[in-house]
């Protein structure tokens, strides 16, 4: 499966892995079973303290349902029970987080992809496409990834700063710990490109850090010595 390449607002290219096959029908499957508990649940409640008309049961049961996937997403930033439970999310494909208008095309696509075929189309997309995208998703611009977790304390902000450094950009107190957190993921990701693609990634880093810090010219000779005296420099201004 291919992944999926996304430019972030910095000019930096971040690697996402497409939710697999697998962990999408994962998710459906726990989806369906919550759904089938509520299901079994509501209607024995409303059948046995009440004489419900069918609208009533259309409010209570039905609505709820048809809603689930729509609602769950957007206010689990992406995730249904089912996809948080299987580790996957909704995404915009340029990175940042699907808007309210992305998750309802995929609702209204999910009665051609899912639904009516009984997942057929989606199955199908899917493996055409290679990106976590089924039709609906196609339609969205969106596309379902497996989360990025931080795992070891390289992967946070914390950079280990010998006694008595002393920062050399004083600049960096205007950037942000998202701003030192895209330079410690380029960091850390060397291995995960060809020397080539890793340069030019690099240096897109350095220039956007630059710019942002108002700096011209750097003291160190290397596009990585300075990402790294960077991180140094805000862990000492920052505390």
């Given at each position: 499966m291919n992944h999926l390449n996304i430019e972030?607002?910095?000019?930096?290219?971040?690697?996402?892995?497409?939710?697999g096959i697998g962990a999408r029908i994962g998710a459906y499957i726990l989806d369906i079973i919550i759904m089938g508990?509520?299901?079994?649940?509501?209607?024995?409640?409303?059948?046995?303290?009440?004489e419900s008309s069918t609208w009533v049961i259309m409010a209570v049961v039905a609505l709820p349902l048809m809603a689930y996937h729509l609602v769950f997403e957007l206010f689990m930033e992406g995730r249904s029970p089912g996809k948080k439970a299987v580790g996957i999310?909704?995404?915009?494909?340029?990175?940042?987080?699907?808007?309210?208008?992305?998750?309802?095309m995929r609702w209204i696509f999910r009665l051609i992809d899912i639904t009516t075929t009984s997942g057929t189309v989606a199955f199908?997309?899917?493996l055409v496409n290679g990106k976590g995208q089924r039709l609906g998703d196609l339609a969205a611009g969106t596309a379902v990834v497996k989360n990025k977790k931080r795992t070891s304390l390289s992967d946070t902000l914390y950079a280990d700063v010998e006694e008595g450094?002393?920062?050399?950009?004083?600049?960096?107190?205007?950037?942000?710990d998202k701003d030192i957190s895209i330079?410690?993921?380029?960091?850390?990701?060397?291995?995960?490109?060809?020397r080539q693609t890793y340069k030019i990634i690099a240096l897109r880093t350095r220039n956007a850090i630059k710019e942002k810090m108002g700096i011209e010219k750097t003291r160190e000779k290397g596009t990585l010595k300075f990402l790294r005296t960077?991180?140094?420099d805000y862990n000492v201004i920052h505390g």
């Open positions: 972030t607002s910095q000019h930096v290219q971040i690697d996402y892995i497409p939710a508990i509520y299901l079994a649940v509501s209607l024995s409640l409303i059948f046995e303290f009440s999310k909704v995404i915009k494909t340029d990175g940042t987080p699907a808007t309210f208008g992305n998750y309802i199908v997309t899917i450094y002393e920062p050399i950009y004083p600049e960096v107190s205007v950037l942000s330079v410690k993921e380029v960091l850390n990701e060397r291995k995960e490109y060809d960077v991180v140094k």
